[in-house]
């Protein structure tokens, strides 16, 4: 297919948002749900895009995540305001683990000034954001670097986590899909946050509203696992009544 130019402009907007619902592409663009549900349905056709219910995404490998400095630059305007949202949440005094993901990266900025921290992660980058914090104890987890995003997996890691039972575990993921799974590409670094959910009195996602329905190889947890989501826009439907049924506290950053 050739787009025309509002297909074309419908399709960055995907793009640039990771996910978005029609009626918000309808809303955007003043056109009717009819036009933007057949423009979909022939860029999906297509293979430009991929439909879930009531909305559209950028079409995902099930076995790959995007670049690591990609992931960077998306949706970074969000991640900060759930970054800060998280920050404003910890007390001091607290310990926490901290584990792989730009936002989790985002999170530590926002602790730079937090006080009687001891953070554990597996994150090299977190670790050199909190390095400058003087008044965190920073613990490096032990294991393999994953020389693509610095992250610590294998192993060594899942033993090293074992030692420890902290206050909050902070867990970024790479997609979240409609059957409640949380879901992410690498199995050894799954095997690392399924070790940090079982080391924490609480469980805390932080994820921006392009994972939902995203699918991703391997399950992380459920959504019964988890005490509280923070993200950055209302999940689409079913997520927000799979939350409530699942005690999850869901806490939308603004």
Known sequence: ??????????????????????????EKFGVTL????RD?????????VARFHGGVRVPASTTENIAYR???ALQAEGKARIARAIAQRIPAGCSLILNLGTTTEAVARELLKHQ?????????????????NPDCELVMVGGVVRSRDRGVIGEAAVDFIRQFKVDIG???????????SLRDFDYREVMVARTIIEHSREVWVATDHSKFNRPAMAEV???AQVDALFTDAPPPEPFPSLMRDAGVELVVAD
């Open 1 to 26: 297919m050739v787009p025309n130019l509002r297909q074309t402009e419908l399709l960055a907007e995907v793009r640039a948002r990771g996910s978005i619902s029609v009626e918000a592409l309808a």
């Open 34 to 37: 009819q036009t933007v549900r």
């Open 40 to 48: 979909v349905q022939r860029m999906a056709e297509a293979g430009l």
């Open 70 to 72: 990609q992931r960077q």
């Open 116 to 132: 009687g921290l001891r953070v554990i992660t597996n994150n090299l980058n977190v670790a050199m954001i909190l390095a400058d």
């Open 170 to 180: 902070l867990v970024g993921i790479s997609g979240i899909e409609d059957d409640g």
């Open 221 to 223: 947890a459920r959504l």
